[in-house]
Structure formats: structure tokens, C-alpha cells
């Protein structure tokens, strides 16, 4: 179970990733939506859900060491956004939601290819 929810939050970070190269300016205004308190604990607890579930399915996949460094990662990330806070939360939001197309477009296939890793990493 822990594992299809998993490459479903992998299958939904890479559909992100397919907008964001389809439409930067569809991502950009995504993104933007998450600038409350309310975008802040929910980013929160979906790094803390999704470093959890990685952890827990490491063994099952093809590279539990690189599963194991992206728990870890996506849990410090998950202690790091509420300590940071709204301010500099919607700083950072801010920040990204400015640069240009080209920059949107690869961090949007940085996210096609974390999506696609970790589905096929625990399918293959």
C-alpha cells in the first residue's frame, strides 16, 4: 500500500513536471497558490509524508540507498519549511515564481525525472 501511494505522489510530481514544460507560466501560477500558512503546512506535510513513504519502501526498490538519501532530504526539508516561516516561505515562492521560462522548464524536468525514478525504481 505504502508503496503505490508513493509512485502515485512520484506519477503526480511528474505530471507536475510535464506542465511546467508544457506551460512555465501554468506552473508558476500553481506554485503561487501555495503562499499562505495554509500552502506552507500542506508542502510541509507532504515532504514529511513523502520522505516517510520513501524510507519505508526503500528495501522494496531497485536503489534503497538513493531512496534512503531522498527520505532523508525530503525530511529535512519537511523540518526546514516550518522553521524557515511564512516570510521567507513566501520569499523563496516569490523568488521562484520570477525566473524565466527556461529556468521553470528545468526544474520542471528535474521533477519528470524524480517522478519517473521513483515509479520505475519500485516497479522495475
Known amino acids: 500500500m505504502v508503496a503505490f501511494l508513493v509512485a502515485a ?6 505530471f507536475v513536471g510535464i506542465l511546467g514544460l508544457a506551460s512555465p507560466s501554468g506552473l508558476v501560477s500553481f506554485v503561487s497558490d501555495w503562499q499562505s500558512k495554509t500552502g506552507l503546512w500542506g ?5 514529511l509524508l513523502l520522505g516517510v513513504g520513501l524510507w519505508q519502501v526503500a528495501p522494496l ?3 534503497p540507498l538513493v531512496f ?3 527520505a532523508v532530504l525530503s525530511l529535512l ?4 519549511l ?5 516570510v521567507r516561505f513566501r520569499a523563496v ?4 515564481t520570477h525566473q524565466s ?3 521553470v522548464r528545468l526544474w520542471s524536468a528535474l521533477l519528470v525525472v524524480f517522478g519517473v525514478f521513483v515509479s520505475s525504481a519500485l516497479y522495475a
Open 61 to 63: 526498490a531497485s536503489f
Open 68 to 70: 534512503h538519501v531522498l
Open 9 to 14: 505522489v512520484a506519477v503526480f510530481v511528474a
Open 82 to 86: 516550518p522553521l524557515m516561516g511564512l
Open 43 to 47: 508542502a510541509t506535510i507532504l515532504r
Open 101 to 103: 521560462p527556461v529556468m
Open 77 to 80: 526539508g519537511a523540518v526546514a
Open 93 to 96: 515562492l516569490f523568488w521562484w
